[in-house]
């Protein structure tokens, strides 16, 4: 068990040091549109109890509030 845990977290740190250096060549627009649907997918799933139309809908209005503040 302890075995998969530290797998598991090992796949996550690479994955996470992956998508954080692809953000290098982005504007702060982008920057911020990006943050926005991750956060919102993020509160979407959550306030929904994990549902897909939740988790969607919640990146979708967080991307383009996220958008629209770096204007």
């Known amino acids: 068990m302890h075995n998969i845990r530290s797998t598991t977290l090992r796949v996550l740190a690479v994955t996470l040091s992956l998508a954080l250096s692809a ?11 990006a ?7 993020i509160g979407g799933s959550v ?3 994990g549902s897909t139309a939740g988790t969607v809908g ?3 209005v967080g991307g383009v509030i996220g958008h629209e503040i770096k204007k």
């Open 35 to 41: 943050i926005g649907a991750g956060v919102g997918a």
């Open 58 to 60: 919640g990146a979708v």
């Open 23 to 33: 953000c290098s060549g982005m504007s702060a627009q982008d920057k911020s549109t």
């Open 47 to 49: 306030l929904t109890g």
